[in-house]
């Protein structure tokens, strides 16, 4: 423990001298949320009167705005990767770069469009199961009554201490919700005293059933308008204001926080991306791998792994689409390795605005830190914690 600490504090002070050491990246791992896509729920318009946008792609596909703002990321990133020397010119092999997607339509078209524009003129395989693949498809895999009750408590818990009736009175006013299919036939008039039930079943996504879904997959729809650069009297019907989008806001992380943000959910959740993700970062030489998947991979690892709270500035998502979980193993003149982890996102305002993406002009870079690796004021921890943590799970 003492020895440690003195470990500790010498690097803290070396890796502050920046200068006099020379730190080189070694491998980097992203793990991706897919970029902007339309809404997924298929019974907004009983939620409202209102017209809803029209949308010209299908329901969950990645947009054409959402393929643009990821090909930026794409160049942004090969950029970025070349510039630390982990990446050469002309196109990549598989070993220094490899490309994994979901079998979803919009996570395999935000992967081409990653690497067609970060790699204009190369072929560049992105690899998928040909199926409903297990590694990303955040299902609850412990079919034990025991584990199903400790879930279904703590989502109880987190329900009961939700305080969102501000948040539910502004969006039933922007909805016009008395006016509504649901209220007029479904009887289902107040988002405030309508009942939450939880869901948890083995082979199924943690669901709760309710106001708060419904509400998540309205906002859900408003953030989507908002990058897709709809009008602003469109988005949103033009109600929100910066301060009423915070209060809405705010329904979208409760629901998330609920069925993801319990370290045995997702553990148990995460499990299978968990192990490929720790085959890589114990036994794989391959330089740079993409990894594209949804919100629901980026919860539950970050979750499972013991990450620290943090803030996205300038986003109102946790999770915003397009974000990127990058791992980043560094290495040193002594060959000692650290790993540093960021959260690489797009502001709300460059993906409204369609905003290309530069070495000058990068994406947002949020710092993520590990509960059980200790980071110095660099942002580096050591690696030996971080296969200590990974040996854990
Ligand atoms: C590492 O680099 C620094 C600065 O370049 C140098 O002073 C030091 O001797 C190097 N250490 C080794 C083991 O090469
Ligand atoms: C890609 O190919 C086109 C046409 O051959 C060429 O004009 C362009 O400079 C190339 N881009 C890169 C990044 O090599
Ligand atoms: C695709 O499916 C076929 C038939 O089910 C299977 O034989 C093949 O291995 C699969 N390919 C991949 C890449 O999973
Ligand atoms: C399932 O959950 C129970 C209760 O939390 C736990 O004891 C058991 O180890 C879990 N099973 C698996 C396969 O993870
Ligand atoms: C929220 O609204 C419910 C139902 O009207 C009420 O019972 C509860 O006291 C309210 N909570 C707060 C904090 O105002
Ligand atoms: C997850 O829960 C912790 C408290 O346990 C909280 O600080 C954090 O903000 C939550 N993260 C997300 C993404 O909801
Ligand atoms: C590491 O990967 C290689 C190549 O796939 C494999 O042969 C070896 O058994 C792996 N080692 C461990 C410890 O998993
Ligand atoms: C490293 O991982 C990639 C992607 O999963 C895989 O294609 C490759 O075979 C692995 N290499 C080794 C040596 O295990």
């Not at 009983?46 to 299908?58: A, F, G, I, M, N």
């Not at 950029?79 to 050469?88: D, Q, V």
């Not at 959910?265 to 720790?278: R, V």
């Not at 990058?326 to 369609?354: A, I, S």
């Amino acid at each position: 423990m003492f020895l440690k600490s003195i470990f500790l504090s010498a690097i803290v002070i070396i890796l502050n001298l920046e200068v006099c050491v020379l730190l080189k990246l070694k491998q980097v791992v992203i793990l991706s949320r897919h970029n902007v896509r339309t809404p997924l729920s298929k019974n907004l318009c009983q939620l409202s009167p209102k017209p809803w946008p029209k949308w010209k792609e299908k329901s969950g596909y990645l947009t054409a705005k959402g393929a643009l703002l990821e090909g930026f990321m794409g160049e942004y990133f090969v950029a970025w990767l070349k510039n630390e020397g982990i990446l050469l010119d002309g196109c990549p092999l598989e070993e220094n770069f490899y490309v994994y997607a979901n079998t979803q339509q919009r996570t395999l078209a935000s992967a081409k469009s990653f690497v067609t524009n970060g790699f204009p003129n190369c072929t560049v395989t992105v690899h998928n199961a040909n199926k409903t693949d297990p590694i990303f498809n955040p299902y609850i895999h412990n079919s034990s009554s025991v584990f199903i009750q400790q879930a279904l408590d703590k989502m109880n818990v987190k329900l009961k201490a939700l305080h969102l009736n501000t948040s539910y009175e502004i969006l039933e006013n922007i909805l016009d919700y008395m006016k509504s299919e649901n209220c007029i036939k479904n009887k289902q008039c107040d988002l405030v005293t309508d009942v939450n039930k939880p869901m948890i079943k083995t082979g199924t996504k943690p669901n709760i059933l309710g106001p708060l879904k419904l509400s998540k997959s309205v906002v859900d729809s408003f953030l989507m308008e908002n990058y897709e650069g709809f009008n602003a009297d469109t988005v949103a019907w033009g109600a929100l204001t910066e301060h009423k989008w915070n209060t809405v806001m705010e329904l979208s992380h409760s629901y998330h926080n609920i069925i993801f943000n319990s370290t045995d959910i997702a553990k148990d959740l995460s499990e299978p991306l968990i192990k490929y993700l720790s085959k890589i970062f114990l036994n794989n030489s391959t330089n740079i791998i993409l990894i594209m998947g949804h919100d629901a991979n980026i919860y539950t690892v970050l979750k499972a792994m013991g990450f620290k709270a943090y803030e996205l500035k300038d986003q109102y998502e946790k999770a915003p689409v397009g974000g990127k979980i990058v791992f980043q193993k560094w290495v040193d003149n002594m060959t000692r390795d650290f790993l540093k982890v960021d959260y690489v996102y797009q502001c709300t305002q460059q993906m409204r605005d369609g905003i290309k993406l530069t070495l000058d002009n990068p994406p947002s870079f949020t710092r993520l830190e590990l509960s059980a690796c200790k980071m110095d004021p660099n942002g580096f921890c050591l690696w030996e914690d971080f296969v200590k943590l990974l040996n854990s799970l």
